[in-house]
T-cell receptor, first 115, second 116 residues
Framework: AQSVAQPEDQVNVAEGNPLTVKCTYSVSGNPYLFWYVQYPNRGLQFLLKYITGDNLVKGSYGFEAEFNKSQTSFHLKKPSALVSDSALYFCAVRDLSSNTGKLIFGQGTTLQVKP | GAVVSQHPSWVICKSGTSVKIECRSLDFQATTMFWYRQFPKQSLMLMATSNEGSKATYEQGVEKDKFLINHASLTLSTLTVTSAHPEDSSFYIC????????????FGPGTRLTVL
């Protein structure tokens, strides 16, 4: 079965420090991976995706993610965190058993950036 | 680009009434739209996938007669919660994609439904 895991419910970082939000996946085949961010009472905003190509993907708001096939990971990173980055982050993988483009979401990680 | 809107952003209704939520892709044509439900501090639960001009595909455990989905055009999908009950209170989010299989899903801002 295909799945996505975000092992941390919450990540706390001081403003200005680098941040990492972890994601691991399990799929049969080549994964299509996504990161989304959700602010309170809002929908999800697309940050970045990996389909193929360079393992380091750059996205919105200074975020990037590194696809690591051997470790089946797709961790989200940012060199210098901002207080405004505090939000709920979701990793997702395309459900390859479906031809409709369904996404399988991780359980979400709350990022708290403190001044 | 790739903006998705939802209306209303929040709604309060009495138990037994029906509520319609609209999802619109504003600057692109969406062949596929998805409806999700999210409980507080939890992940998104896919309810159904709809393709323009065809019947929606519901996920296991989702009552199709309870949650009516209509994808009448390439820019509009609607979710109607029929005979709503308090347990239907939730945050409903739609998303849209251009070509489904490989394309990115773009999400609406969500609709907070409260059933009294």
């Amino acid at each position: 079965a295909q799945s996505v895991a975000q092992p941390e419910d919450q990540v706390n970082v001081a403003e200005g420090n680098p941040l990492t939000v972890k994601c691991t996946y399990s799929v049969s085949g080549n994964p299509y991976l996504f990161w989304y961010v959700q602010y309170p009472n809002r929908g999800l905003q697309f940050l970045l995706k990996y389909i193929t190509g360079d393992n380091l993907v750059k996205g919105s708001y200074g975020f990037e993610a590194e696809f690591n096939k051997s470790q089946t990971s797709f961790h989200l990173k940012k060199p210098s965190a901002l207080v405004s980055d505090s939000a709920l982050y979701f990793c997702a993988v395309r459900d390859l058993s479906s031809n409709t483009g369904k996404l399988i979401f991780g359980q979400g990680t709350t990022l708290q950036v403190k001044p | 680009g790739a903006v998705v809107s939802q209306h209303p952003s929040w709604v309060i209704c009495k138990s037994g009434t029906s509520v319609k939520i609209e999802c619109r892709s504003l600057d692109f044509q969406a062949t596929t739209m998805f409806w999700y439900r999210q409980f507080p501090k939890q992940s998104l639960m896919l309810m159904a996938t709809s393709n323009e001009g065809s019947k929606a595909t519901y996920e296991q455990g989702v009552e199709k007669d309870k949650f009516l989905i209509n994808h009448a055009s390439l820019t509009l999908s609607t979710l109607t919660v029929t005979s709503a009950h308090p347990e239907d209170s939730s945050f409903y989010i739609c998303s849209a994609s251009l070509q489904g299989a490989r394309d990115t899903q773009y999400f609406g801002p969500g609709t907070r439904l409260t059933v009294l």
